[in-house]
């Protein structure tokens, strides 16, 4: 199982929608064939290693990272290509999420003789595909937050300056980050001073670049930024319902989206149910200043955050990390827990999710 978590990684950058699966076929206490799922729309784990087994496969035992599916969608159901080649076992590392299809793969390969197993590694399948769980299980994609601060936890210059303060290592790092995302998310803050382009360089994706996504309740953003001229396709999202204004924004890959609400606040739900719902984003990573990161953290909306932290410092009058009231109780503060801590090149990777986090 730990060799079909290692395979199923290699489509981190390019299954999205779909969870990254692994799978091994095991026969006599030999490897006796593998595969993984490649990009969405194409064969499955399963699949493609029932391809390489060919005829082997019969009384094979099947370690596979996420239980088999039984529904007809892009692809034909993989417990039927299980079924048909004879395997003797098959054993899933977790169940589906999904509730609409959660068992059934389980139960039609019993009901066709396949002895089954669940359970072998399962947090470590989960935590594969945060994005993939919290989609299916809560309806809302996972959202992990990049911030990059100097030793005394400022992100920029009084001025708004911010570049750079982490080296190039970091920023390296940070295309890792964008790649595995299904989308990138800001604030019209962020455009207007930093004028971002949000794509993916220098990692390689299949062709793919995260849906971006930016919060602007006036709709203040140009339709000069760069963000709307990159490839790929993005999403404004604006309590603003002004038609001419919307006009100014021309392009297939560029949509409007006006909801109702009050304030920046209450958009964060609906933009979120709509990620999930419409867009099936499953890893949503946010770059974005202090008021925004400080909304979705007093919302409880952030399921991790990745801090590169670089050995300067940048001075009282210098910006926070995150825009929220004044806490006066230590009861009422964030908790959160480390979850790992490096170094990426000169700098320091910091990475902590809630207390109360299972993924």
């Known amino acids: 199982m730990a060799r079909a978590l290692q395979l199923a990684r290699r489509g981190l950058y390019t299954t999205h929608p779909n969870p990254r699966v692994g799978c091994v076929l095991v026969k006599d206490d030999h490897i006796l064939a593998e595969g993984w799922h490649v990009r969405a729309g194409g064969p499955h784990a399963e699949i493609h290693a029932l391809h390489e087994a060919g005829t082997k496969a019969r009384g094979a035992d099947c370690f596979v990272t996420l239980e088999p599916c039984s529904h007809m969608g892009k692809t034909p159901p993989c417990t039927v290509a299980l079924i048909a080649a004879g395997v003797r076992r098959v054993i899933a590392a977790t169940i589906d999420p999904n509730p609409q299809v959660a068992e059934k793969g389980i139960e039609a390969l019993n009901q ?182 400080g909304a979705l953290l007093q919302a409880g909306l952030v399921d991790e955050l990745l801090i590169y932290m670089a050995p300067h410092i940048l001075g009282q009058d210098a910006r926070s990390l995150f825009h929220i009231p004044v806490i006066e109780e230590m009861s009422k503060r964030v908790e959160l827990k480390f979850e790992d801590i490096r170094m990426v090149g000169r700098d320091m990777r910091i990475t902590l999710k809630p207390v109360n986090s299972d993924l």
């Open 112 to 293: 066709a003789g396949i002895v089954t197993e669940t359970g072998l590694m399962q947090d470590e399948a989960r935590s594969l595909n945060p994005g993939f769980e919290m989609r299916m299980r809560h309806g809302r994609p996972y959202l992990r937050t990049k911030l990059a601060m100097s030793l005394d936890g400022r992100t920029a210059l009084a001025n708004g300056r911010s570049q750079w303060i982490t080296g190039d290592n970091a920023r390296r790092d940070v295309q890792r980050l964008r790649a595995q995302s299904s989308a990138i998310m800001t604030g019209i803050g962020t455009v207007l001073a930093d004028d971002p382009q949000l794509t993916v360089r220098d990692v390689d994706t299949g062709g793919r670049q995260p849906l971006r996504v930016v919060i602007d309740p006036e709709l203040k953003i140009p339709p000069q930024a760069k963000l709307l001229k990159e490839l790929g396709r993005t999403l404004v999202f604006t309590l603003n319902n002004n038609e001419e204004k919307k006009s100014a924004f021309t392009g297939s890959d560029i949509s409007i989206i006006t909801l109702t609400g009050t304030d920046r606040e209450s958009m964060i739900h609906p933009v979120l149910e709509h990620l999930a719902r419409h867009e099936e984003v499953n890893e949503v990573l946010v770059e974005a200043g202090s008021v925004l990161n």
